[in-house]
């Protein structure tokens, strides 16, 4: 197994997940999430808040635990073997790299509202869509990301804290100077109610307006922990951190939106509301024409800061996805100079300009990503607890307090807001998941064959299970959710409850000690006997062995 080297510390790391959180979501969800579901947009951010919270004690342990370059594809296949490793895997790397992508194109869609007629061509109102030259201009925006990060980790690490920094301030500005400059308690009463859409509107909220998409940033720490100093100490800190202070931020933006919304842009109601460019219209209506400048720049240094970050991530996940052996070798070479899986990356940017040209406009793609990602989510859960018995002596000695407790309610509101993200979109995107599989097996074969695949066949048939119940609960499920109405409104809720952790439980007692489990702790242990000095002395990583509990 190749290495890379260990440079990103505690600070660098935190302002990773920071980055990669806030990108074009905060440009775009306040809008999305409150024409779903009203004032009570709110609530939606504080749930999906809780959720990715949750998930991420859980990954936090994981990353710590095996402190590998594109974790989030490998956890699931240490714990359950290659089949359950794939599926997981390739709901991570959809989810993820077409996040690159949307990045460059919400950029433009914002360029688009400059006050220069040229600009005016670059996005088309009546279609949602890039035009030509809109996708021209996304797809150098795309090539500069890769460019960033082509050589080294740390000027990576270096351009990201600065652009973070800048994206923490100037949606903090926004959101004041619209707080200061016109704010209508009213908008939360009013127009229907704090709840003009119904409870189901706000989880249909988290699910489709681009709130999880918006907090799935906090993964780019776990990817990343192969290459920091002390994982042990850095991933928990990084992955909570960044949770934290986006949330701040966005519920500051999103309660700005609200109140600053006058009665002319209310006049047909929540449901109606279609902004080009959200805040930066909203600062121009109030004469900001300052903040409206410094949003157009803002719509550059948010989603290219993500888009930086995304494109370092993904190139981790191929080359993860690699040396699981479920793609050709070749995507596992790193660099001998700049230590960076080269190979890995331009992979994913002719998969990026394969998106972009798919998907041209940013609310296209928002949905699909949200419950891909709601679906990379389910695995993380049930491998952390299953380590805590099939290998607690194994990896570093990170442990979450609460585990039990915490990742079983991670996987059910997992499962309730992939629920609510609507059928058939969850049909749609569970096929997508699904069509991988054919890869799978040319892999699994081509690598290792058929001998022993009952064991791996066999730890998987909760996943599949658990697939087609979801599949079938949200064909069947209420008209609120876009089922045909069989299981009613909030009895479909308590059904996807019950069932998901029952599934969790099931896929905790099919884990396993697999050969990639045993693999994974030799080589651990391999680096950390490397790590030791001559002297007796430990480096960063061997200092990270004594047990720690959060």
Same mark, same amino acid.
């Given at each position: 197994m190749q290495k890379l080297n260990r440079n990103i510390g505690t600070f660098g790391l935190m302002m990773t997940g920071?980055?990669?959180?806030?990108?074009?979501?905060?440009?775009?969800?306040?809008?999305?999430?409150?024409?779903?579901?009203?004032?009570?947009?709110?609530?939606?951010?504080?749930?999906?808040?809780?959720?990715v919270l949750f998930i991420g004690l859980?990954?936090?342990?994981?990353?710590a635990r095996f402190p590998e370059s594109g974790g989030m594809v490998r956890y699931a296949q240490y714990s359950h073997?290659?089949?359950?490793?794939?599926?997981?895997?390739?709901?991570?790397?959809i989810a993820i790299v077409s996040v690159i992508p949307i990045e460059a194109e919400a950029s433009i869609q914002y360029m688009s509202s400059w006050p220069f007629a040229w600009t005016h061509a670059l996005y088309s109102t009546s279609s949602q869509t890039l035009t030509a030259t809109g996708l021209w201009l996304a797809a150098v925006l795309?090539?500069?990301?890769?460019?960033?990060?082509?050589?080294?980790?740390?000027?990576?690490?270096?351009?990201?804290? %600065?652009?973070?920094?800048?994206?923490?301030?100037?949606?903090?500005?926004?959101?004041?100077?619209?707080?200061?400059? +016109?704010?209508?308690?009213?908008?939360?009463?009013?127009?229907?109610?704090?709840?003009?859409?119904?409870?189901?509107?706000?989880?249909?909220?988290?699910?489709?307006?681009?709130?999880v998409f918006a907090f799935n940033g906090f993964t780019s720490p776990v990817n990343l922990a192969?290459?920091?100093? #002390?994982?042990? #100490?850095?991933?928990?800190?990084?992955?909570?951190?960044s949770i934290l202070l986006a949330a701040v931020i966005y519920l500051l933006l999103q309660v700005a939106f609200i109140g600053s919304l006058t009665p002319a842009m209310l006049a047909n109601g929540f449901a109606h509301l279609n902004f080009d460019s959200p805040f930066?219209?909203?600062?121009?209506? %109030?004469?900001?024409?300052?903040?409206?400048i410094i949003l157009f720049a803002d719509a550059f240094v948010s989603p290219s800061g993500t888009g930086i970050t995304y494109t370092a991530t993904t190139a981790r996940?191929?080359?993860?996805?690699?040396?699981?052996?479920?793609?050709?070798?070749?995507?596992?070479?790193?660099?001998?100079?700049?230590?960076?899986? #080269?190979?890995?990356?331009?992979?994913?940017?002719?998969?990026?300009?394969?998106?972009?040209?798919?998907?041209? +406009?940013?609310?296209?793609?928002?949905?699909?990503?949200?419950?891909?990602?709601?679906?990379?989510?389910? !695995?993380g859960p049930v491998s952390a607890l299953a380590f805590r018995d099939v290998a607690d002596g194994m990896g570093s000695s990170v442990r979450v307090k609460g585990l039990k407790i915490l990742a079983p309610i991670a996987f059910v509101m997992a499962s309730l807001i992939l629920y609510a993200g609507k059928w058939p979109s969850t049909g749609r995107v569970i096929f997508v998941i699904l069509v991988g599989l054919p890869i799978y097996l040319f892999f699994q074969y081509r690598n290792e064959g058929f001998k022993g695949f009952g064991?791996?066949?066999?730890?998987?048939?909760?996943?599949?299970?658990?697939?087609?119940?979801?599949?079938?609960?949200?064909?069947?499920?209420?008209?609120?959710?876009?089922?045909?109405?069989?299981?009613?409104?909030?009895?479909?809720?308590?059904?996807?409850?019950?069932?998901?952790?029952? %599934?969790?439980?099931?896929?905790?007692?099919?884990?396993?000690? !697999?050969?990639?489990?045993?693999?994974?702790?030799?080589?651990?242990?391999?680096?950390?006997?490397?790590?030791?000095?001559?002297?007796? #002395?430990?480096?960063?990583?061997?200092?990270?062995?004594?047990?720690?509990?959060?």
């Amino acid at each position: 197994m190749q290495k890379l080297n260990r440079n990103i510390g505690t600070f660098g790391l935190m302002m990773t997940g920071v980055g990669s959180i806030i990108g074009s979501g905060w440009l775009f969800g306040a809008q999305k999430a409150v024409v779903v579901a009203g004032p009570a947009a709110i609530v939606a951010w504080i749930i999906g808040m809780v959720m990715v919270l949750f998930i991420g004690l859980v990954y936090a342990e994981l990353g710590a635990r095996f402190p590998e370059s594109g974790g989030m594809v490998r956890y699931a296949q240490y714990s359950h073997g290659s089949v359950i490793g794939f599926i997981s895997g390739w709901s991570n790397w959809i989810a993820i790299v077409s996040v690159i992508p949307i990045e460059a194109e919400a950029s433009i869609q914002y360029m688009s509202s400059w006050p220069f007629a040229w600009t005016h061509a670059l996005y088309s109102t009546s279609s949602q869509t890039l035009t030509a030259t809109g996708l021209w201009l996304a797809a150098v925006l795309v090539f500069i990301y890769f460019l960033i990060n082509f050589w080294t980790v740390q000027l990576f690490a270096r351009v990201n804290t %600065f652009i973070t920094v800048l994206k923490f301030a100037i949606p903090g500005l926004t959101a004041i100077a619209l707080l200061c400059s +016109g704010f209508h308690s009213e908008n939360f009463s009013q127009h229907g109610g704090f709840t003009p859409f119904g409870w189901s509107g706000v989880l249909t909220a988290v699910a489709t307006s681009g709130i999880v998409f918006a907090f799935n940033g906090f993964t780019s720490p776990v990817n990343l922990a192969g290459e920091v100093k #002390r994982p042990n #100490r850095s991933v928990p800190i990084a992955v909570v951190g960044s949770i934290l202070l986006a949330a701040v931020i966005y519920l500051l933006l999103q309660v700005a939106f609200i109140g600053s919304l006058t009665p002319a842009m209310l006049a047909n109601g929540f449901a109606h509301l279609n902004f080009d460019s959200p805040f930066a219209n909203l600062a121009m209506a %109030f004469g900001l024409n300052w903040l409206a400048i410094i949003l157009f720049a803002d719509a550059f240094v948010s989603p290219s800061g993500t888009g930086i970050t995304y494109t370092a991530t993904t190139a981790r996940m191929i080359f993860g996805i690699s040396e699981n052996g479920w793609l050709a070798k070749s995507f596992a070479h790193v660099h001998p100079k700049w230590r960076i899986p #080269r190979r890995a990356m331009w992979a994913n940017l002719v998969i990026a300009y394969l998106f972009l040209i798919l998907f041209r +406009g940013w609310g296209q793609l928002s949905t699909v990503i949200s419950i891909a990602t709601l679906l990379s989510y389910t !695995t993380g859960p049930v491998s952390a607890l299953a380590f805590r018995d099939v290998a607690d002596g194994m990896g570093s000695s990170v442990r979450v307090k609460g585990l039990k407790i915490l990742a079983p309610i991670a996987f059910v509101m997992a499962s309730l807001i992939l629920y609510a993200g609507k059928w058939p979109s969850t049909g749609r995107v569970i096929f997508v998941i699904l069509v991988g599989l054919p890869i799978y097996l040319f892999f699994q074969y081509r690598n290792e064959g058929f001998k022993g695949f009952g064991k791996h066949l066999k730890s998987s048939i909760w996943m599949i299970a658990y697939l087609a119940f979801m599949i079938l609960v949200s064909f069947l499920g209420s008209a609120q959710f876009g089922g045909i109405q069989v299981i009613p409104y909030g009895i479909d809720l308590l059904v996807v409850a019950v069932g998901s952790l029952a %599934f969790f439980y099931w896929g905790v007692r099919s884990a396993w000690v !697999t050969p990639y489990l045993e693999r994974a702790q030799t080589d651990y242990e391999t680096e950390v006997r490397a790590s030791a000095s001559p002297l007796g #002395r430990t480096s960063d990583a061997a200092a990270d062995l004594p047990s720690t509990t959060l």
